[in-house]
Nanobody, 118 residues
């Protein structure tokens, strides 16, 4: 499975961005796709997850009500709509895929930088 993340950029607080994660390869082996982020000087943290076949979603508390994860199975793409962005959302955002045969996220995209200015 290969993942290609895109959509990052520089925005002001309160603005919106939509990140995309395009998957290719053994799509049928994917159980879920998640977004993680890593801010400067901090550890990588989980942001949101969507189950590929069922579509159920999960969010970390800090983004609930502001971020929405979705998928387009026809395009093999997962989106992260980010609204009401805050400076603390500044980070490199990575998408990752969990295969049906494992509990770990074994496949990672290259990351896309989101910078939110105050």
């Amino acid at each position: 499975v290969q993942l290609q993340a895109s959509g990052g950029g520089l925005v002001q607080a309160g603005d919106s961005l939509r990140l995309s994660c395009a998957a290719s390869g053994r799509i049928f082996s994917i159980y879920g796709i998640a977004w993680f982020r890593q801010a400067p000087g901090k550890e990588r943290e989980f942001v949101s997850r969507i189950i590929w076949t069922g579509g159920s979603t999960y969010y970390t508390d800090s983004v609930k009500g502001r971020f929405t994860i979705s998928r387009d199975t026809a395009k093999n793409t997962v989106f992260l709509q980010m609204n009401s962005l805050k400076p603390e959302d500044t980070a490199v955002y990575y998408c990752a895929a969990q295969p049906v045969t494992d509990v770990a996220y074994n496949y990672w995209g290259q990351g896309t930088l989101v910078t939110v200015s105050s």
